[in-house]
DNA sequence: CACAGCCAACTTGGCAACAAGTTATGCTCA
DNA sequence: TGAGCATAACTTGTTGCCAAGTTGGCTGTG
């Protein structure tokens, strides 16, 4: 016991056991360093890193504070159903703002995707997701313009991907399989989300598909704070 | 552009881009601070985040290089096949290795799960599965003794969880619902996984069921290095 | 020329001293 | 007595210096 890290499980397994509450003043940098002995420097790189990964803040002068962890949102992983309406019939305070839509330079693997070609364009559409007025998630879809004209003029202010689709006369649709992976947020995502770098996001990626013809209308990768959910499988 | 993580950022891009390969030297952190126009401490804090994070290896007197990232592998998250059998089928180089099979103190959410009471005794199960030597997930199966009465004595030799309960007479099983999270390991996980502390860990709690009574078998619960895999959903 | 050894110029690692911010106490003065 | 200000004792934040490790080139010697 003397490396940063043990500091700081330690202090994560006092945080998570109630030893230390939301807001509570944790010791400070000296007294860790005392307790622990070792030099305040790695006492201070333990609280830094807990920083970062959202468990407490600190004030100069004043000593670093328990922060208040954001409460696990059960979601359901499938398709099928919107991420709004899930949210909404579990009675969260939900709200989505659509953040941008703009064109992307060529990605194969995007176009590849949509099954496009080189010759058209792919517009994505960012829509952020919050829950309590706080965004925990990003819904980035990439659409082609050869698919939906329109793009271009409405997309920022589709709210519902799937009322857009119903307006296009598609109707009923196939989920493509879903990938999932795990990063960082980059500098953008920590703005949007406004959280600390070390936050994990899960990244689902997934696809849409027009029942009837089968032509794949939307490449999909959905951003969640890792933070805020549990997901849950079915 | 002059906080760390900006730098942290621009390193990352600047790796998955192409212009910075496995086993590369990268820039001293002298330069880096020149470059970026910020004092060596910061271009240090940047460096040792990638080091934190598996992006990087430091030599003290040589320079800092990129770490060769472990490739991606695709896992299906299904209950039904085993995951050793997964993973054989895909031609991967696979171990497992049980390494623990111990009492644990009472705990309420896995006795409950478990559907037995304060007076029964529940053993945790730990294999570790190896992929090209490197470990790469945590299994930790729960097994009640009232269900498996043998299981202190043989629960260390156990290989396939699937060959026990079939050798116990259980032939046909249900899965139960899959929660998935996202953790940072512990001192014992980081040992186990022989990996750097922020590599987040998925982890994947479920269940098993004998289809024909509806007893419920094990609660498990899986830890995956978020590094090594793709998840794909079905 | 060949080679051994030394030294200088880099690298990362660590730490101590100082700076800045906050608060509480106690002293001064009306 | 009471209000206000100075100060001391904490807190976290920052910086610069020196130690330790590695490399490569230069120099002296056979």
Redesign the interface.
């Known amino acids: 016991m003397s490396h940063d890290?043990?500091i700081?499980?330690k202090l994560i397994s006092l945080m998570s056991s109630g030893k230390y509450n939301a807001h509570d003043r944790l010791p400070s940098e000296n007294e860790i360093a005392d307790t622990y002995e070792v030099p305040r420097i790695t006492a201070r790189k333990a609280y830094e890193?807990l920083e970062e990964?959202g468990y407490i803040y600190k004030k100069q002068g004043k000593g670093s504070y328990v922060k208040d962890r954001y409460q696990?949102i059960e979601l359901v992983?499938t398709g099928d159903v919107s991420f709004s309406q899930k949210m909404i019939e579990k009675g969260y305070d939900f709200q989505s703002k659509t953040i941008f839509c703009q064109e992307i330079k060529y990605n194969k693997k995007i176009y590849n995707y949509l099954e496009t070609t080189k010759e058209d364009k792919i517009f994505k559409v960012g829509r952020l997701r919050y829950i309590d007025r706080q965004p925990i998630a990003l819904h980035v879809s990439y659409l082609a313009k050869s698919v939906f004209e329109d793009i271009d003029d409405v997309g920022r202010d589709i709210t519902s991907m799937f009322q857009y689709y119903h307006s296009k006369g598609y109707t009923q649709f196939d989920s493509k399989?879903?990938?999932?992976?795990?990063s960082?947020p980059?500098?953008s995502q920590?703005t949007l989300f406004n959280c600390p770098?070390?936050i994990?996001l899960?990244v689902l990626e997934s696809g849409c598909m027009d029942k009837k013809t089968g032509k794949v209308l939307e490449y999909l990768k959905i951003y969640y704070r890792?933070?805020c959910?549990?997901?849950?499988?079915?």
């Not at 399989?177 to 795990?182: D, E, H, K, Q, T």
């Not at 959910?229 to 079915?234: I, N, P, Q, T």
């Open positions: 890290l043990d700081v499980d890193r990964m696990q992983l399989p879903s990938v999932l992976s795990v960082f980059t500098a920590r770098h070390l994990p899960l890792s933070d959910f549990s997901y849950v499988l079915c």
